[in-house]
């Protein structure tokens, strides 16, 4: 058995020790959260050790992350193109606003600390993806006691999706990561402050959301509307409360979120004029394929959550209208149906667009988990046994499936033989300005290795252009290099 299975085994054995022992803590939360946030850390980092960029679309964001790692304010995808290129092909122009920039910085901060290495590359998200996991817990328990919080964060810690995106490997990793962890910091807020004066709390949400909204999207205000739901308590005093609180909170977003662009529309108006455009038809078509039925993301609830996951749910829903806090519940509520039925209205739908909202399904399944116990305590005969069942399965179908997505035994080996082959050609072509062409992954060459590089052979003329511009030009000669190529005395060819 490969070294990486036999650790990937002790990581998913090690993992769900603790979250056992911590599902099993008596009185003892902090010790409890403790565990949780540990198996969390440990099933992201071996699942983040992959030693690759993956390809989709965490290569582009770590190439651009390292860009910008020494010029902030200039998020580049090449460097400096020595060939023309089509502004609007995010997969292979300069100027790069594709995503926002606020994941990207993060990345780009630990770049500068660290160096261009894929691990690296994930830390934001796994942290973040971590840290996430107690502010699942914090909601939980302040919406429905210690119990559904811990059940809240125990299902956080070992979601296979949430794993996946801070580790990298579906699309749009560190991107999605980050977002859904300042998005969900929002929320805790908005909670944290409700009952705070106005001035405090609209502009501290808001604050925040704009933060959540420079990693990814302004859906994030949504934790804006929440807190001016909590303002709610049917009076006009607390109608005009909610009112200032969304206004303040809006401006607040604007302010954080604001600036970024308006730099940007000013230094490069013909990018952001385009990435705006093309945003914007996400709303209305299935841009690049990302198609699929109005509930796509409905439908994807049971794979991500739990076959059970649905009966929570409903469950949940049917409790808003009675019982004690009953505005926390619908608070709850609110922050799972307005990103799901946002994203269900978008035409372009992607697994981890809706995924803003996990936490809530997170805690929406801890509240029902803890209503089933505690009719296992009063039911009889085959009632007892149902509910026993039903809370077995409510945390052994997400395990299921987050095992499935760490893939302790499948992993690839933490073999870099591919990136340290990129790291000595890099070595081996330091000193003078160089392009690389016929590189077969010339986005990761780049991010190894400090030069510029394309996947086809150049032209007479981009050679020309190339070597007028000051540039060695190197070719990776794989046996098919043209006859012309071998005999220009401006080309160096090399083996790859």
Same mark, same amino acid.
């Given at each position: 058995?490969?070294?990486?299975?036999?650790?990937?085994?002790?990581?998913?054995?090690?993992?769900?020790?603790?979250?056992?022992?911590?599902?099993?803590?008596?009185?003892?939360?902090?010790?409890?959260?403790?565990?949780?946030?540990?198996?969390?850390?440990?099933?992201?980092?071996?699942?983040?050790?992959?030693?690759?960029?993956?390809?989709?679309?965490?290569?582009?964001?770590?190439?651009?992350?390292?860009?910008?790692?020494?010029?902030?304010?200039?998020?580049?995808?090449?460097?400096?193109?020595?060939?023309?290129?089509?502004?609007?092909?995010?997969?292979?122009?300069?100027?790069?606003?594709?995503?926002?920039?606020?994941?990207?910085?993060?990345?780009?901060?630990?770049?500068?600390?660290?160096?261009?290495?894929?691990?690296?590359?994930?830390?934001?998200?796994?942290?973040?993806?971590?840290?996430?996991?107690?502010?699942?817990?914090?909601?939980?328990?302040?919406?429905?006691?210690?119990?559904?919080?811990?059940?809240?964060?125990?299902?956080?810690?070992?979601n296979g999706l949430l794993i996946e995106l801070a580790a990298g490997r579906v699309p749009t990793d560190q991107v999605d990561s980050v977002f859904v962890a300042v998005a969900e910091f929002g929320v805790w807020v908005a909670l944290a402050t409700r009952r705070q004066p106005w001035w405090a709390a609209g502009p501290a949400v808001g604050v925040v959301a704009g933060a959540a909204a420079l990693t990814?999207?302004?859906?994030?205000?949504?934790?804006?509307?929440?807190?001016?739901?909590?303002?709610?308590?049917?009076?006009?005093?607390?109608?005009?409360?909610?009112?200032?609180?969304?206004?303040?909170?809006?401006?607040?977003?604007a302010a954080v979120y604001g600036p970024w662009h308006a730099y940007v529309d000013r230094a490069f108006p013909q990018e952001a004029a385009w990435e705006r455009q093309y945003n914007l038809e996400h709303l209305g078509s299935a841009v690049e394929g990302h198609d699929g039925p109005w509930w796509y993301h409905?439908?994807?609830?049971?794979?991500?959550?739990?076959?059970?996951?649905?009966?929570?749910?409903?469950?949940?829903?049917?409790?808003?209208?009675?019982?004690?806090?009953?505005?926390?519940?619908?608070?709850?509520?609110?922050?799972?149906?307005?990103?799901?039925?946002?994203?269900?209205?978008?035409?372009?739908?992607?697994?981890?667009?809706?995924?803003?909202?996990?936490?809530?399904?997170?805690?929406?399944?801890?509240?029902?988990?803890?209503?089933? $116990?505690?009719?296992? %305590?009063?039911?009889?005969?085959? !009632?007892?046994? =149902? #509910? +026993?069942?039903?809370? *077995?399965?409510?945390? &052994?179908?997400?395990?299921?499936?987050?095992?499935?997505?760490?893939?302790?035994?499948?992993?690839?080996?933490?073999? $870099?033989?591919?990136? %340290?082959?990129?790291?000595?050609? !890099?070595?081996? =072509? #330091? +000193?003078?300005?160089? *392009?690389?062409?016929? &590189?077969?992954?010339?986005?990761?060459?780049?991010?190894?290795?400090?030069?510029?590089?394309?996947?086809?052979?150049?032209?007479?003329?981009?050679?020309?252009?190339?070597?007028?511009?000051?540039?060695?030009?190197?070719?990776?000669?794989?046996?098919?290099?043209?006859?012309?190529?071998?005999?220009?005395?401006?080309?160096?060819?090399?083996?790859?």
């Amino acid at each position: 058995m490969e070294l990486r299975a036999i650790v990937g085994a002790g990581v998913v054995a090690s993992a769900a020790v603790l979250l056992t022992l911590a599902l099993r803590a008596r009185r003892r939360d902090r010790a409890a959260v403790g565990m949780i946030l540990a198996a969390a850390l440990l099933l992201r980092l071996f699942t983040a050790s992959d030693p690759f960029l993956h390809d989709w679309d965490e290569r582009y964001h770590a190439l651009v992350a390292k860009h910008l790692a020494t010029d902030p304010l200039r998020p580049t995808l090449y460097a400096d193109p020595v060939l023309p290129y089509d502004p609007h092909d995010w997969l292979a122009n300069h100027v790069w606003l594709h995503k926002e920039p606020g994941a990207l910085w993060a990345t780009a901060a630990c770049i500068r600390l660290l160096g261009a290495h894929e691990l690296v590359v994930r830390i934001p998200g796994v942290l973040l993806s971590t840290l996430a996991v107690g502010l699942t817990f914090a909601i939980g328990r302040t919406v429905a006691g210690s119990r559904a919080g811990l059940v809240a964060a125990a299902l956080h810690a070992m979601n296979g999706l949430l794993i996946e995106l801070a580790a990298g490997r579906v699309p749009t990793d560190q991107v999605d990561s980050v977002f859904v962890a300042v998005a969900e910091f929002g929320v805790w807020v908005a909670l944290a402050t409700r009952r705070q004066p106005w001035w405090a709390a609209g502009p501290a949400v808001g604050v925040v959301a704009g933060a959540a909204a420079l990693t990814k999207s302004v859906v994030s205000t949504f934790a804006v509307g929440l807190a001016s739901l909590l303002a709610m308590d049917g009076t006009r005093r607390g109608l005009a409360r909610a009112a200032t609180l969304l206004v303040t909170g809006i401006l607040a977003t604007a302010a954080v979120y604001g600036p970024w662009h308006a730099y940007v529309d000013r230094a490069f108006p013909q990018e952001a004029a385009w990435e705006r455009q093309y945003n914007l038809e996400h709303l209305g078509s299935a841009v690049e394929g990302h198609d699929g039925p109005w509930w796509y993301h409905l439908g994807r609830i049971p794979r991500y959550f739990g076959e059970l996951a649905p009966l929570s749910l409903l469950w949940f829903l049917s409790r808003l209208p009675r019982g004690e806090r009953r505005i926390e519940r619908a608070f709850v509520a609110a922050w799972w149906f307005v990103p799901y039925a946002f994203f269900s209205a978008v035409a372009t739908r992607m697994p981890g667009y809706a995924m803003v909202a996990a936490p809530a399904i997170f805690v929406m399944i801890g509240c029902h988990w803890v209503a089933l $116990r505690d009719r296992l %305590r009063g039911a009889p005969g085959p !009632g007892r046994w =149902l #509910a +026993g069942a039903a809370c *077995v399965l409510l945390l &052994a179908l997400p395990a299921r499936y987050g095992v499935e997505r760490v893939k302790p035994l499948d992993s690839p080996p933490w073999d $870099r033989a591919e990136a %340290r082959a990129m790291e000595r050609l !890099g070595d081996r =072509l #330091a +000193g003078p300005p160089t *392009v690389v062409f016929r &590189a077969e992954r010339p986005i990761e060459l780049m991010f190894h290795a400090d030069l510029i590089a394309y996947p086809q052979f150049p032209s007479l003329e981009e050679v020309a252009l190339a070597v007028d511009r000051g540039y060695r030009v190197v070719v990776l000669d794989h046996g098919d290099a043209p006859a012309w190529l071998r005999e220009d005395p401006r080309v160096t060819l090399l083996e790859p």
